[in-house]
């Protein structure tokens, strides 16, 4: 069975970073790219970019090129998304998904909170 399970809520001051976590289960962790997707209070869902952890190739989605890193530790079949110079604005839940054959797969999401 397929599970994606993301590290808990954070909180975070303004201009600090934060990494978030993502424990792929029950799948070949390199066969699928992992996405990024974000969604704030009364925000509709905002993608981020996407890792290849086969090569962990990137792509980053334009408003978040700057400030934000994907990565991944295959011996640990683990991603991570790392936000910097954290604004208030970033405060969402944060959600890493993956795709195969049978469909798409959801972490249950982290809460990032950034709050002075």
């Known amino acids: 069975e397929v599970q994606l399970v993301q590290s808990g809520a954070e909180l975070r001051n303004p201009g600090a970073s934060v990494k978030v976590y993502c424990k792929a289960l029950?799948?070949?962790?390199?066969?699928?790219?992992i996405d990024w997707v974000r969604q704030a209070p009364g925000q509709g869902l905002e993608w981020m970019g996407r890792?290849?952890?086969?090569?962990?190739?990137?792509k980053y989605a334009r408003n978040f090129q700057d400030r934000v890193t994907f990565a991944t530790d295959t011996s640990t079949k683990t991603a991570y998304v790392e936000l910097t110079s954290l604004r208030m604005e970033d405060t969402a839940v944060y959600y890493c998904?993956?795709?195969?054959?049978?469909?798409?797969?959801w972490g249950r999401g982290t809460q990032v909170t950034v709050s002075v």
């Open positions: 998904a993956t795709r195969d054959n049978g469909g798409d797969y």
């Open positions: 029950g799948y070949i962790f390199t066969s699928y790219y």
């Open positions: 890792i290849d952890p086969e090569n962990n190739g990137t």
